[in-house]
């Protein structure tokens, strides 16, 4: 039962729908845009159309942009024959804080997950061997999350580049800067231990 | 600094000025609007311009309505002579939840805070007297929150209420029903004791 009106149910559904979010937070947030100046909640819907109709993929290297290609792919500065492959955009955001990385990237947007019916051709991989292909690639570096399906991931792709003669690398595993030992997990550390370097 | 597109910065400017989303939910938020097909995306933004268009407040009570009163205001099953003062319009959903309350409500949108600057003509004191005055009003029960701000407000209007010499009355305080007094904090326990019934 409902007593809210229809277009403020509406509103709370629309909120409700989006991930983390529940009943309750829902209608929280809606209140709160209902009780923002006419301008505001205008900008805040504005804000999805524009975002819907003006962002769309780099065509190089598959990345959330505005233009053809993306910041990234269009800096004379960045080393085009490093590849590193991530699975979502955000995980850009995540390399570049750190400020080391100077090549640019790839989005797949996704992973291989037969359970949810993702398979290759529904991720962005067709388009990095093409790119691969076309350019001069040195190295392709497989950033994809150390869960299961971003390790398949890493492992299908690095196969299909074989044919290319290129390195094909995976981020390294180990204890994670600044934790502590008794935290880590055993898988991790066991990861930690074999590839441990010289100092 | 900022590696994705102004149009979904500004999206997720948005997401991230609403009260209990961080930047991150912000993100996850505007990815997961990115992600919509395009009628949904539009759905949502649709539903913000239309709920802030259509909903006002009712004409009687304050609660938010579509029309020109709300359906509670509107019903012949409601007995009229009865108003429950509630702080917002969620609590009328929280009163009418537990099915027993047969009056009619009056939202205040806001409860007297003088640290927020929010004094007597900032919130729907005024509509309350209106209604008391010119309609046939035997008790006005205060159901604010049971916090210092909402106890101030009960007190302010009940004392604006006395020249009209009818019943006001406050919500009961108590140990709520399947709770554990073990967890009980004391100031409760103690209205609990004074306001003891007989069984």
Known sequence: MSFFPASLENLIDKFASLPGIGRKSAQRLAFHVLA????????????????????????????????????????????????????????????ERGREYNGTYHVLHGVLSPMSHVGPDDIRIKELLVRVAESD????????????????????????????????????YGIPVGSNLEFADDATLNRAIEGRTEM
Chains 1, 2 share one sequence.
């Open 137 to 172: 690639v040195q190295e392709v570096i497989m950033a994809t999350n150390p869960d299961t399906e971003g390790e398949a991931t890493a492992m299908y792709i690095s196969r299909l580049l074989k044919p290319f003669n290129i390195r094909v690398t995976r981020l390294a």
């Open 36 to 95: 923002l100046p006419d301008a505001e909640a205008k900008a805040f819907a504005d804000a999805i159309t524009e975002a819907k109709a003006n962002v769309r993929c780099c065509s190089v290297c598959q990345n959330l942009t505005e233009g053809e290609i993306c910041s990234i792919c269009a800096s004379d500065r960045r080393d085009k024959s490093t590849i590193c492959v991530v699975s979502e955009p955000r995980d850009v955001l995540s390399i």
